[in-house]
Nanobody, 121 residues
């Protein structure tokens, strides 16, 4: 069974940095788009950043210039470098991959379990 394993969350002061990681556990055939989402208490889950198989990136306006998404196709992993963190970045962060488990399957969206990021002094 394919799972996404996230790491790197934690407590950080405003202005600080964190790096989130998400890697595939299990055997897969192909990965298309990778992305990071977040959900703050009482709010809907929102897209933070995404990266296509070709390396094109897209960011939420609120994180442009502060966050950087990257991927390592050899490791089936995606990363989110978060700099200049603000209290409003506090949320549970989820990774998502659009992947194909085997060549006889279709692509589907697989989600990580979520990792808490808290920005507070």
């Amino acid at each position: 069974q394919v799972q996404l394993v996230e790491s790197g969350g934690g407590l950080v002061q405003p202005g600080g940095s964190l790096r989130l990681s998400c890697a595939v556990s299990g055997s897969i055939f192909s990965i298309n788009t990778m992305g990071w989402y977040r959900q703050a208490p009482g709010k809907e889950r929102e897209l933070v950043a995404m990266i296509t198989g070709g390396g094109r990136t897209n960011y939420a306006d609120s994180v442009k210039g502060r966050f950087t998404i990257s991927r390592d196709n050899a490791k089936n992993a995606v990363y989110l470098q978060m700099n200049s963190l603000k209290p409003e970045d506090t949320a549970v962060y989820y990774c998502k991959m659009n992947l194909m488990a085997s060549r006889i399957n279709n692509y589907y969206d697989c989600w990580g379990q979520g990792t808490q990021v808290t920005v507070s002094s």
